[in-house]
């Protein structure tokens, strides 16, 4: 199929990629000139494992290409995708202006029959409104085309994109026009070669709620368990034990129940804010959402209180070697970062941050931390070492798993280790003579 992807961004690449590589002829479209100038040039403006060899053999095979000219490409197009982004709005709800401006484009270009569908995350009854964008473009340039707006949210995660939009659990399919469900059906088959039933079809309205209702229950499990770990270091018990101990209960199983420095990135905070924010609109008070990010705002800071707790509120004169700013390893995707929340409340108590983490620094640097001259980078973990009173790790990349702990403890002021992703064995750390903080256990 001929396919136009509008919104380059971690969504819209990874999926313009992916279904180039199944074999349609895909191009991606950008208002940004310079990512669309570099993509052409085969440089990604994003981490993600895998991504880089997988556009650079599809620009090659000629079945992936870049423009700025939307008008151009949908008129050889089947399918257009909008996935732009839809970030939180001052009041909480998803900000649609970026989807709706390009549906608008659609209108003002549109030739001829299109299916146009939404990827970008947005609110029940946006579907609605980017038809009646188009048709107000269609009716404006006194058009009568035929089209249909279709809801397929995406789930991929960031730093498993590839596999997930390849090997998808499953792909979900909004749609009130059976046409539609049917051209979205062989545009995904080569995804599902041993069972379709992993594609699911319903109304637009239910599809574009399940996204919502995805991320919601994810953040919820993050943050239930971030409950039960400070109820555990109140009453002495060690959360580590308690999470293998419900894990075990297939009902409940062993996947997001970890405990942590809470949940960050660019979906879980706004996702979860526009959804309690669509119930708020329909007159609904969601408690337990609410309450979701209650305990997340404040479990962001859990580790910051612990270092307060040793060092005293007033952190002049210490540094803090800081492992880890990406808001999950296998991304340099910053984008509401425990660590954010955590580096700046050490800077403003005085202390000097000595940062490290394998793909994140430049978006710190120059962007997130960018005013905090407090904070310096350096190319190794062992680096930021030197002369800090202590360790904090807050990304769990693979190689802060087993470090070399003898050169942690000579390189450091004081053995202390502030752990906010409980990736230590506590016995272990205790025997090698570090003094060790973990989340969930006193
Ligand atoms: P992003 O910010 O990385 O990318 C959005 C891109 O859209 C940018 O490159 C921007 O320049 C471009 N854009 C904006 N207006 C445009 C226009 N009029 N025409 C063409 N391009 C335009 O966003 P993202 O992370 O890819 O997210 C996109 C959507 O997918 C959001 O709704 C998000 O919630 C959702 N989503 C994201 C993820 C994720 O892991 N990032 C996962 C699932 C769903």
Redesign the pocket.
Known sequence: MNLTV????????VSGTCFAEMGNRVTC????EK?IKGLKEGIIP?YEPGLEAMVKRNIEGETLHFSTD?GEHLKKCDIAFI?????MGDDGS?DLQ?VL??AK?IGQHMQHSLIIVD????PVGTADKVRQAIQNELEKRKLNIEFHVVSN??????GD?ISDFMKPDRVVVGSDDESATKKMRTLYSPFFRSSMDRLITMDVRSAEMT?YVANAMLATKISFMNEVANICELVGADVNKVRIGIGSDSRIGYSFIYPGSGYG???FP??VKALKRTAQEHGYTADLISAVEDVNDRQKMVIAKKVVDRFGADLTGKTFAIWGLAFKPQTD?MREAPAIYIIKDLVERGAKVQAYDPKAMDEAQHFYLKDLPAVSYYHSKYETLQGADAMILLTEWKEFRSPDFEELKQQLNTPIVFDGRNQYNDQMMQDLGFEYFQIGKK
């Open positions: 509008i919104g380059t961004g971690y969504v819209g690449l479209i950008d208002v940004d990512k994003i939307l996935a732009v982004g839809t970030p998803a970026y401006q390009v484009e990827k970008s995350t947005v949210p995406e789930f991929l995660k960031e994109a996204k990135g660019s979906c706004k996702d995707d």
